[in-house]
């Protein structure tokens, strides 16, 4: 009994789950990684990743509120922070606070809460602060692709619209919360805050320009309560073990 007693001292109590993160774009980008709750990866949160180019890290099996998203037209050499970076920075410059550094947007977010007390993985492609890359989610054990694989940014609609690089060309397209359209962001339907706080009192058809994000990426998260549209957020069982792969410029 006490030699099967100290083995089990030796065995981890937590297997690692692995993602891994790849720019198919024909830039550079700067990933960023984000912790909402529980135990962090041991993985920088932030790195700069050129074309073409990927890495490869561990995530604790149970990660929950992590968020991965990509910056651009970064330079940390001055001013390190939320605006080092065109859209996507966050406070920490290079690596991200990991209590503050949740990003600037528009973003688009690659979200992941794993071995949820149901059994399942769910992780999805989040638009809900706007876009700024087009992005994927993939898997090695069939489950679904959520991704939102277009360029929103050249028929981005006009009071959305922005930033736009030193061309002229918009790198973002911003949510109608983001935007602040309706000029109280604590108190919008475009934002599902306030009075409009539940998925009853904010529909999609109450959200300004929903429309424009979910008929380009439908297997994205386009507003708070995206729920509803049965393809915003996806599920694959956590016995599966999947090894996920979040690409930017799928």
Known sequence: MLTLTL??????????RTITVY??????????????????????????????????????DSWTAGRIWGRR????????????????GCNGGLECDPTTGTGVPPATLAEFSLDQSNGQDYYDVSLVDG?????????NVGCHIADCPVDLGPNCPSPLKGPFDSTGYPVGCKSACVA????????????????????????????????YFKTNCPNSYCYAFDESSGTALWQCPASENAMYTV????
């Open 7 to 16: 083995l089990a001292t030796f065995v981890p109590s937590v297997l690692a």
């Open 23 to 60: 720019n198919h774009c024909p830039f550079t980008v700067w990933p960023a990684m984000f912790t909402g709750t529980g135990t962090r990866p041991s993985y920088a949160t932030g790195w700069q990743a050129n074309a073409y180019t990927s890495v490869t890290f561990s995530v604790p």
């Open 73 to 88: 037209d970064c330079d940390f050499s001055s001013n390190p922070g939320p605006n080092s970076c065109l859209d996507g």
């Open 131 to 139: 876009y700024n890359l087009p992005m994927s989610i993939t898997n």
């Open 180 to 211: 602040n359209l309706d000029g109280d962001p604590t108190n919008s339907p475009n934002c599902c805050s306030g009075q409009y706080d539940t998925a009853a009192t904010c529909p999609s058809s109450g959200v300004a320009y929903y429309s």
């Open 247 to 250: 690409t930017f410029c799928p």
